[in-house]
């Protein structure tokens, strides 16, 4: 059976904090090995961040991911936050160097962490957490080459992250391409697929460019087709279960799904995979 995953964001209001618990009661019954709750750019989410993975650890039942950034905080205020998710019974963190606030070029606190993989191995020497950590196989926008992106994972991989999860991609090679290049520079670390299921073009086209995820003109015309033919729901259903379909037939074991606190076209998706798990009837008589 594929593991799964699930990635969520912290609420910023009333009716927000329901829909997050709403999410999380839609894909409970997926039995995720862990559901995630990000950081916003800088850390501008992080008592958000704090009290959401909380208030889930607690009430919940699941084990619970914190997103923990070094952007913008000094290492003892990082360290601070990571003891204060252990205190709350979160060991499992997702490690990331993060975005400047204002979308511009990164520059680490005068007292802060230089890069993830300072935080990583601040982090590992705890002893506490189980670090996830970030992976691109189309690229991060600030490496200067598609090699130094395998560098950095393996670096984080050795300063003691046990995981990593990739950014978005649109096509399944993006993703094998990246597992094999990463098995040939020795990194044996899993490394999850990030899958997005595309509810809202628009917005997906707008997180590919910030991210740098390239989309090959011909898909971008079928989702582009497809909405104007009002086919938009189900060309991404569709597009979204070959993907993972694809990825599961060669070898992939674990898909980390980022949901936007929007359960319903993930749900579909795991049950045109058949990862829904079919209630038992009994006693009925």
Not at 19 to 29: E, R, S
Request: hydrophobic share 40%; aromatic share 8%; net charge negative.
């Amino acid at each position: 059976m594929t593991a799964l995953s699930f990635e969520t964001f912290p609420p910023k209001s009333l009716d927000a904090s329901f829909h997050l618990w709403d999410t999380v009661q839609a894909l409970t019954p997926l039995a995720p090995r862990f559901v995630s709750v990000t950081y916003g750019a800088g850390g501008s989410t992080q008592s958000l961040t704090q009290e959401a993975a909380q208030t889930l650890r607690k009430t919940s039942g699941l084990t619970v991911a914190a997103h923990l950034t070094c952007t913008g905080q000094s290492r003892s205020d990082v360290l601070q936050t990571a003891r204060a998710y252990a205190d709350a019974g979160i060991k499992d963190i997702v490690a990331l160097r993060g975005d400047a606030p204002d979308g511009g070029t990164f520059a680490p606190h005068p007292d802060g962490f230089a890069n993830s993989v300072d935080l990583i191995a601040a982090l590992a020497e705890t002893g506490t957490f189980t670090i996830r950590v970030g992976a691109y196989p189309d690229s991060h926008p600030d490496a200067a080459s598609t090699q130094q992106n395998i560098d950095w994972l393996k670096a984080k991989i050795d300063a003691g992250a046990a995981e990593a999860i990739t950014q978005f991609f649109f096509e399944a090679d993006s993703f094998l391409r990246f597992r094999d290049a990463c098995a040939d520079a020795g990194i044996s670390a899993p490394i999850t697929p990030g899958i997005l299921p595309v509810s809202n073009w628009k917005r997906a086209k707008s997180f590919a460019n910030r991210c740098g995820t390239p989309v090959r003109a011909s898909i971008a015309n079928d989702f582009e087709r497809a909405n104007r033919d009002g086919r938009g729901d189900l060309f991404a259903l569709t597009h979204c279960a070959d993907l993972c379909d694809t990825l599961i037939s060669e070898g992939v074991d674990a898909l980390h799904f980022y949901t936007l606190n929007r359960p319903d076209l993930t749900l579909k998706v795991c049950r045109a995979l058949g990862l829904v798990p079919t209630p038992s009837i009994r006693n009925v008589a």
